[in-house]
């Protein structure tokens, strides 16, 4: 990825009608297919999953196109590949249109297995492809016995440690890997080199339960005749024991430890291991203090010069110990996230001299960092760095957004040298937007360092950027670009709530912020990974609590809340409409059972208050906790759509009697939920409305199916009502404002949300704008007690993709097989556009109106089709390309509903017109 990827600034979208050889692939033929992956990941490493999957897309220039049959080709070289000779499977013509979640079905594969393959396709017509490019994939270790390393640890503890093993290469190498993993937080290094662009590694999981490993591919690292491989650990969130600096939460899961190997494949046939056991040294590293949270503090004076180069004399230092203990099992591909690494590199804005020899770094924009500092001075000097979001009106940093009041957080470098020096961390990342930079001399009066340059390097997940938004009123850009920072900063192995003081997967997150982020990113690996850390965090009695991984225990319901833990049955529904896969279905359905009833022996009546209500609503107290929508209204709720969900998933499985009972149980909870929070009585203050008459409350009753058909129109006026007769205010918190989007808009009402985000006046995004913050803050207000970097209240994006521009998948034909493009002009805008790379391959949608004139382009990937609904006047006529769709080959009228006509299509481009 690049630093343009990521850029603020918004670039008009080419989606008119493109041209033919616009479309990638040969335009000669009718599909070309492309975007070879395995395991939703282009030739991954570490491929430890039984049942491997592959996906492609198709492409072509020509309209109505799909896939009606292909062909796999899978061999164990390259060569073999490039002769169209599948050793490991050749899998014959299949008649199907199916691009994804095909299961490899050639020979069984083992461990470090590479695979070459490719495919083509046969259109429409019944004409082959061209065979599309090779892609890759390498199996990881699949049994316990491929380990040959053993888990080492250092004989004392410090703060960082540093391991070291020489070894021989006798002749030629045709391959060698290298499989890692480093706890708390690893860097691997071979003859001097880093391995891998991989920071904060390995993905943090519950290590009691699982471990994840690293593979590399370190062929070119090696030389002949002596080599060396280096590993320097630190503690991550494996180890939080900290009592002098800010930490979350105190905790350990044992001492730092490591294990791995290298593999050797030499062409002569034979093959080394080179395993970590107790041969390995060990030393302590220069690393003086690590914390996740409390920084990182690296004296310059106390490194190892070539310690992890061939030849270094390492006889003073100490052998690694072997651990006999074990921990959680080593996994890779099948439960990892994307790695993060060094997404692009900001520069200050502004530097501002401060009393005390201080200064104050602004990057002008609030991120997840890591800096890289260039120094002089003399030798024994340090340079400190401490991150803040916001200021104090006299320049100097306030930390009270980011836990500032529980103790320092910093990172910290000293000079080994009198010469201009460079460093750039290992084990410590956090969010923020100002730096306050301290010096201190060697000696008492002495000169202090000289911090020559300082760059923030943005640091989060890999996760490929999928999705584009802008429209013609800049402020809506403006709202996107400040929801996607905050996601951006808070996508890491987990899905983080903030970046600095917590850094913790608080579930609720994961199923509020699903689809908004999805539109964003693939973060498809995430979110398995996120199911594995629930499944993980799990408890005996079904509870999954709030947080996972769990690394902390909550009280009460900060640890068991039901508007959280639904994440474990929403976030598997939700991965299934974004990608048709029921895998998630497949592995959790027993544990989702066991957390269903849990679930029913904590509900009295069908009714359940094990909840936190709408966290952070906007209530009169202003006291971040629920004031509006008590927890029995929100948590019943989701306990009803829990069993709702789990019954449409048992019956996706064939499990006919499971999903008879959960039906039935839904009902029950259903009809409880109606009998206690509507309000029938025509005499009451809030007659004909849910709970508290909240925002929340009216909406989760429309969203979530609560309310009688009869009753929706009532509580729809009384929702709309309420935004109205604030001014447009919102008052929904973290539970209740996705639910108030999707109850306005699929109630025909998105002109409301567009009156409350197209005002700064009131708390809300726009006036998160007015007061300069850079990315999507805690609390609507943006107020200096909460955090300034959370995505929690992003649910806005999802709006703009799914609803404005209209780009949304048919619940009926899930992972965008069937496209739903139903676009909802409001207010003042004049045009909106949205562009998404689904599973199946990019899909673009623009609408613009101008003097009653409405113009639709969209452009539907091949091998699937789409449902427009075009906004017309009653007596207006519609038309495609300059004439009527019942001209056009591949357009199909389905109905008119209101002022929309209803027209099916295949793939390509299409313009649509009318009078709206």
């Not at 651990?323 to 994307?338: E, H, W």
């Amino acid at each position: 990825m690049t630093k343009a990827i990521f850029a603020v600034a918004l670039i008009p979208l080419f989606i008119v009608n493109p041209a033919p050889e616009a479309v990638q692939g040969n335009p000669a033929l009718a599909l070309s297919p492309t975007h070879l992956r395995c395991e939703f990941t282009e030739n991954p490493m570490g491929v430890d999953i039984a049942r491997q999957r592959l996906y492609w897309y198709v492409e072509s220039s020509r309209r109505n196109q799909k896939q009606t049959a292909y062909q796999i080709l899978a061999a164990s070289t390259s060569d073999l590949l490039a002769g169209n000779t599948g050793d490991l499977w050749d899998s014959g013509k299949v008649d199907s249109d199916q691009t994804a979640h095909v299961p490899y079905q050639g020979k069984s594969l083992t461990s470090s297995q590479q695979v070459f393959w490719k495919v083509r396709v046969w259109d429409t017509a019944g004409q082959p492809s061209e065979w599309s490019a090779p892609a890759k994939w390498t199996m990881g270790l699949l049994r316990r016995s491929d380990w040959k390393g053993q888990w080492i640890v250092a004989p004392w503890v410090s703060e960082t440690q540093l391991f070291r093993k020489e070894f021989a290469v006798e002749s030629k190498v045709k391959r060698a890997l290298v499989y890692i993993c480093g706890l708390g937080q690893y860097e691997l290094f071979i003859n001097g080199e880093k391995a891998g662009k991989n920071l904060i590694s390995p993905g943090w999981t519950k290590y009691d339960k699982t471990c994840l490993y690293d593979s590399f591919d370190v062929t070119a690292s090696l030389k002949q005749g002596n080599n060396a491989i280096g590993l320097a650990l630190g503690d991550g969130m494996y180890h939080t024991e900290r009592r002098d600096r800010f930490s979350k939460f105190q905790g350990t899961f044992g001492p730092k430890r490591a294990i791995g190997q290298i593999q050797i494949e030499y062409e002569d046939g034979t093959c080394d291991i080179v395993g970590t056991d107790n041969t390995w040294r060990v030393h302590t590293g220069p690393v003086t203090f690590n914390d996740i949270y409390g920084g990182e503090d690296y004296d310059a004076r106390r490194a190892q010069k070539n310690w992890n180069l061939p030849g270094f004399y390492d006889l003073e230092w100490d052998t690694a110990r072997l651990l006999v203990r074990p921990q959680g099992t080593l996994r890779s591909l099948s439960c990892a996230a994307p790695p993060l690494q060094a997404i692009e590199t900001i520069q200050p804005v502004g530097i501002n001299d401060l009393p005390d020899n201080m200064q104050v770094v602004d990057f002008g924009q609030n991120t997840s960092y890591m800096p890289r500092i260039r120094v002089s001075g003399p030798a024994g000097s340090t340079v400190r760095l401490t991150h803040a979001e916001v200021l104090f009106p006299d320049g100097m940093i306030n930390r009270g957004t980011c836990g500032g009041n529980r103790g320092p957080a910093y990172w910290q470098y000293t000079k080994a040298t009198d010469n201009e020096e460079t460093w750039f961390p290992q084990f410590f990342y956090v969010g923020c937007r100002y730096l306050q930079v301290e010096r201190f001399p060697a000696k008492p009066d002495g000169p202090l360092p000289k911090l020559e340059k300082i760059e923030g390097v943005v640091v989060h997940s890999i996760a490929d950027p999928l999705g584009s938004f802008d429209c013609s009123n800049p402020l809506l850009g403006r709202i996107r670009n400040l929801v996607r920072w905050a996601q951006r900063s808070n996508m890491v192995s987990v899905l983080t709530d903030c970046p600095h003081r917590e850094k913790l997967g608080w579930l609720e997150q994961y199923h509020l912020n699903g689809p908004a982020f999805r539109y964003e990113y693939d973060v498809t690996r995430i979110f398995i990974k996120g199911m594995n850390d629930m499944a993980d965090s799990q408890l005996q009695n079904g509870l999954v609590p709030n947080i996972a991984p769990e690394y902390v225990q909550f009280n009460g319901t900060f640890r068991a809340a039901a508007e959280w833990a639904a994440s474990f049955i929403m976030v598997p529904w939700q991965h299934y409409l974004w990608t048709g896969d029921t895998d998630l279905f497949e592995q959790y359905f027993p544990a989702m059972k066991r957390y269903l009833a849990y679930l029913d022996s904590r509900a009295e009546d069908y009714i359940l208050d094990e909840g936190l209500g709408d966290w952070y609503d906007v209530g009169p107290r202003k006291s971040s906790r629920a004031e509006l929508t008590p927890p029995e209204v929100t948590a019943s709720a989701f306990y009803y759509y829990d069993h709702k969900l789990v019954a449409r998933i048992a019956k996706i499985l064939g499990e006919d009697e499971d999903a008879r009972l959960y039906e039935q149980k839904a009902a029950k909870i259903r009809q409880a939920y109606h009998d206690r929070f509507f309000h029938a009585d025509t005499n009451h203050e809030l007659a004909g409305q849910f709970g508290t008459g909240s925002q929340c409350s009216n909406a989760l009753a429309l969203v979530m199916d609560l309310a009688e058909p009869s009753e929706r129109g009532t509580v729809l006026d009384a929702l709309v009502r309420d935004v109205k007769q604030r001014g447009n205010a919102v008052t929904a918190g973290d539970v209740g404002f996705r639910y108030l989007l999707l109850a306005l808009a699929q109630g025909n009402r998105s002109d409301v949300i567009y009156d409350m985000i197209n005002q700064d006046d009131k708390p809300g995004y726009g006036y998160m704008l007015k007061m300069g913050e850079t990315s999507l803050t805690e609390a609507w207000d943006a107020n200096h007690g909460s955090s300034h970097n959370h995505f929690m209240l992003g649910q806005i994006t999802e709006w703009f993709y799914r609803y404005l521009v209209g780009i949304d998948s048919d619940p009926n034909r899930p992972g965008f097989k069937n496209i739903i493009i139903r676009p909802q002009p409001v207010g003042e805008l004049k045009w909106a556009e949205g562009t998404y790379e689904s599973i199946h391959g990019p899909i673009s949608a623009r609408w613009e109106r101008e003097g009653g004139k409405f113009s639709l382009n969209v452009t539907i990937p091949a091998n699937t089709t789409a449902t427009i609904w075009v906004p017309a006047r009653q007596a207006s006529e519609v038309t495609e390309s300059g004439r009527k769709p019942a001209e056009q080959q591949g357009i199909n009228f389905v109905r008119a509903q209101g002022d929309r006509r209803i027209y099916q299509i295949g793939s390509g481009s299409y313009k649509f017109e009318s009078q709206f």
